[in-house]
């Protein structure tokens, strides 16, 4: 069982919604000063109020570069110092090889993976202070084959690569790197990608994968939030992927 994160601080991207919305009530709840951004502020402050004091709210794109330094300096003005960065913040894009884009493509790319690297380098010289960690959010698309995903399932399989590389690379300055794969859990990206119409729609379209996991269920925000804290605070962990998923990886149905 983690110990009580009291004295801890996490700058989370994506903060306002789905997984990152999750993982700031959990690591809040634990007792952790949390800094959440995103570009919608309504979304953040309605987060912010339910967590209470310990959380705080950065308005802000993360692939912005002047954003970016903004959200730094806030999570550490809050937090009294940075131990962990969670870069949750993503997007969706769907469709078949014929029909893509690449401008597109290359801004998927820029938000799911660039912007998470800029940040990591920013926070660097500040988790290196205590020791701190790096998640970056991949996705079971990096295990599970899911036709007209290849944009999505690029950048999550290059984000599970990142993490590995810089587990090696940041290890000698105390800095822990891991990264975290969802399955199906309930979040706004399909919706915003407009693969789903509405969040009902959404819901409906991931219950209809139940089958498909060995679980027989889909997942929540919660459950993925109970892993992200494992991988941000286990002192001994680094360089690795956790797959939390129900077992839909595995491929197997029972519809």
């Not at 809040?28 to 995103?38: E, K, L, P, Q, W």
């Not at 913040?89 to 469709?95: P, S």
Request: net charge neutral; glycine share 14%.
């Amino acid at each position: 069982m983690m110990q009580d994160a009291k004295g801890y601080s996490v700058l989370i991207t994506g903060g306002g919604s789905g997984l990152g919305a999750g993982i700031a009530r959990h690591m809040a709840h634990a007792g952790a000063r949390v800094t959440i951004t995103g570009r919608t502020e309504g979304k953040l402050r309605a987060v912010a109020d339910e967590i209470g004091p310990n959380c705080k709210i950065c308005v802000g794109d993360v692939s912005d570069g002047e954003d970016r330094r903004r959200m730094v300096d806030m999570a550490i003005a809050h937090g009294g110092g940075l131990q962990g960065l969670a870069n949750v913040a993503g997007n969706m894009l769907r469709g078949p090889i014929t029909d893509l884009d690449p401008v597109a493509i290359l801004e998927l790319m820029n938000t799911n993976v660039v912007a998470g690297m800029a940040l990591t380098g920013l926070a660097t010289p500040h988790l290196a202070r205590d020791g701190g960690a790096v998640l970056f959010i991949g996705s079971v698309h990096a295990r599970r084959a899911f036709p007209g995903a290849s944009p999505y399932a690029a950048t999550k399989g290059a984000v599970e690569t990142l993490s590995r590389v810089l587990a090696a690379e940041l290890g000698p300055k105390g800095i822990r790197v891991n990264c975290l794969l969802p399955g199906a859990v309930p979040t706004e990206i399909n919706v915003r990608a407009g693969i789903a119409d509405s969040h009902a729609d959404n819901l409906a379209r991931l219950q209809s994968m139940a089958g498909d996991h060995p679980l027989g269920r889909i997942g929540s925000p919660e459950e993925i939030a109970e892993a992200a804290d494992y991988l941000l605070r286990a002192e001994w962990t680094t360089g690795t992927s956790v797959v939390v998923d129900g077992g839909l990886a595995l491929g197997v149905s029972h519809k």
